[in-house]
């Protein structure tokens, strides 16, 4: 069964930094397209950063020159690069990621568990 775990949330005051990460483990399976959305309370779940297998990585205007989202292929590793925070940051943030079995050709999305970021001001 595929799990996603992520890690690296917490606390920390504006203009600071975080490095969330997500690692995708259980069984033998091909990694499609991953992402990292946020929810900030009373708020939709938006995208941040979105990762294809294949061309180039897009961000929401709001965290566009500040975070950086890059993706370990062979650890299956998915990362959130977040510097010069802001309060407006805080939220949870969910790591999304479309796996398929190596032995067929179905993908299903899967999500992380969310972890909470809190920019103090």
């Known amino acids: 069964q595929v799990q996603l775990v992520e890690s690296g949330g917490g606390l920390v005051q504006a203009g600071g930094s975080l490095r969330p990460s997500c690692a995708a483990s259980?069984?033998?399976?091909?990694?499609?397209?991953m992402a990292w959305f946020r929810q900030a309370p009373g708020e939709q779940r938006d995208l941040v950063a979105n990762?294809?297998?294949?061309?180039?990585?897009t961000y929401t205007d709001r965290v566009k020159g500040r975070f950086t989202a890059a993706r370990d292929n062979d650890k299956n590793v998915l990362y959130l690069e977040m510097t010069n925070l802001k309060p407006e940051d805080t939220a949870v943030y969910y790591c999304?990621?479309?796996?398929?079995?190596?032995?067929?050709?179905?993908?299903?999305?899967?999500w992380g568990q969310g972890i909470q970021v809190t920019v103090s001001s």
């Open positions: 999304y990621v479309r796996i398929r079995p190596i032995d067929n050709f179905v993908y299903r999305d899967y």
């Open positions: 990762l294809p297998a294949a061309g180039d990585t």
């Open positions: 259980g069984g033998e399976f091909v990694v499609g397209n």
